[in-house]
């Protein structure tokens, strides 16, 4: 099987079920952020020491395929979705408990840090995009709610981890304070 059909030439794509779109429509570009999204979290990963975080990490990849597959599958050939409260709930009780190890922030803190906190905060930002683009598509067509609490939820997840991937390597963040300019 050749990884090229042609087909898209037109600026178009297939949404399953076998639906055409522009390659540009909120649909597709909600899902190739969420694609995007998934590409980053990898590059994270091929850093993450073993343990809690990579398995989160991991765990995140496998959860945005599915919501990528759903979102891809318009509402006509849709079964329910995968997405459920369970799922949110999973994160939030994994921003519990990296939150918990952390110490108090009194102040913004810069994205950065150690590699892995970075490429997580990267991940963060684009967790941020995909959640404003799900929410565009809501204005037009349907999106389950849960996804966009779900998307909510995972860029403070992931912002907690980043916070941890920096504790974990004993470097603290670093606050923003304005310089009154």
């Known amino acids: 099987m050749k990884i090229y059909t042609?087909?898209?030439?037109?600026?178009?794509?297939a949404?399953?079920?076998g639906d055409r779109v522009a390659k540009d429509s909120l649909r597709i570009e909600a899902c190739g952020t969420l694609d995007e999204l998934n590409a980053a979290l990898g590059l994270a990963a091929v850093i993450c020491p073993e343990g809690e975080l990579a398995d989160t990490v991991i765990g995140l990849q496998r959860r945005l395929f599915e919501i990528g597959a759903d979102l891809a599958t318009?509402?006509?050939?849709?079964?329910?979705?995968?997405?459920?409260?369970?799922?949110?709930?999973?994160i939030e009780s994994r921003?519990?408990?990296?939150?918990?190890?952390?110490?108090?922030?009194?102040h913004f803190i810069l994205p950065g840090g150690t590699e892995?906190?970075?490429?997580?905060?990267?991940?963060?930002a684009i967790a941020r995009r995909a959640e404003r683009?799900?929410?565009?598509l809501s204005r037009d067509e349907p999106v389950d709610r849960r996804l966009l609490v779900w998307l909510n939820r995972l860029s403070d997840l992931l912002f907690a981890m980043a916070?941890?991937?920096?504790?974990?390597?004993?470097?603290?963040?670093?606050?923003?304070?304005?310089?009154?300019s």
């Not at 892995?116 to 963060?124: E, F, P």
Request: hydrophobic letters at 30%.
């Open 6 to 13: 042609r087909t898209g030439d037109d600026g178009s794509t």
């Open 15 to 17: 949404l399953y079920g």
């Open 74 to 90: 318009p509402g006509n050939a849709r079964d329910p979705s995968r997405l459920n409260d369970a799922a949110t709930s999973d």
């Open 95 to 106: 921003i519990d408990r990296f939150w918990s190890t952390l110490p108090e922030m009194k």
């Open 116 to 124: 892995l906190a970075a490429r997580l905060h990267v991940a963060r």
């Open 133 to 136: 683009c799900c929410v565009t």
């Open 163 to 180: 916070r941890r991937a920096n504790q974990l390597e004993g470097l603290e963040d670093v606050p923003w304070i304005s310089d009154g």
